[in-house]
T-cell receptor
């Protein structure tokens, strides 16, 4: 299994541009998540999905959108990029999310700079 | 709101030392707690997962304990090696009010350096 893969690894955007961060997992996990990690800070949840066609907001959703058309893919869309969105973005997946949950698996991250 | 704190923020030790990383959380109504390792410029790798009903988990030289009532967990690394150098993150999983869906709340991590 490749696990959780993310593309691109690095990206520089100009203010106001848009882009999509790709995330794919091959473990048949229903639950997928997008986190951002700012320097010296913990990870903050942006959006999550409990299955194809179902998504919901996390702690910091403003400026982002997601879709989940398949179990495998969970792209994150940035519209009108702002410097505050400079961060490292991690996609994660898990088999279950309830009380008796399993381990979470993270992708390698996308390092985004908005100038 | 769940707050997760990790102490110390950074730790530098010589090779061979046994060491303890600390994690505390404010709300004891958690599903489980997970320790991750993050290498520079890389993603997170899960090290140990402790369910709320468990007291500890072990994997090789790593041992993690959980005291849910006091809101604390420790990660014990025995006989540290330079290859252990990384940032160690603690995350607790709990459901938000009105939901059964658990989400992870992360600490800021402990940056560990083990020198030869």
């Amino acid at each position: 299994n490749a696990g959780v893969t993310q593309t691109p690894k690095f990206r520089i955007l100009k203010i106001g541009q848009s882009m999509t961060l790709q995330c794919t997992q091959d473990m048949n996990h229903n639950y997928m998540y997008w986190y951002r990690q700012d320097p010296g800070m913990g990870l903050k949840l942006i959006y999550y999905s409990v299955g194809a066609g179902i998504t919901d907001k996390g702690e910091v959703p403003n400026g982002y959108n997601v879709s989940r058309s398949t179990t495998e893919d969970f792209p994150l869309r940035l519209e009108l990029a702002a410097p505050s969105q400079t961060s490292v973005y991690f996609c994660a997946s898990s088999l279950s999310a309830g009380q008796y949950g399993s381990s979470w698996y993270f992708g390698p991250g996308t390092r985004l700079t908005v100038t | 709101k769940q707050e997760v704190t990790q102490i110390p923020a950074a730790l530098s030790v010589p090779e061979g030392e046994n060491l303890v990383l600390n994690c505390s959380f404010t709300d004891s109504a958690i599903y489980n707690l997970q320790w991750f390792r993050q290498d520079p410029g890389k993603g997170l790798t899960s090290l140990l997962l402790i369910q709320s009903s468990q007291r500890e988990q072990t994997s090789g030289r790593l041992n993690a304990s959980l005291d849910k009532s006091s809101g604390r967990s420790t990660l014990y690394i025995a006989a540290s090696q330079p290859g252990d150098s990384a940032t160690y993150l603690c995350a607790v999983k709990r459901a938000d009010r009105g939901s059964t869906l658990g989400r992870l709340y992360f600490g800021r991590g402990t940056q560990l350096t083990v020198w030869p």
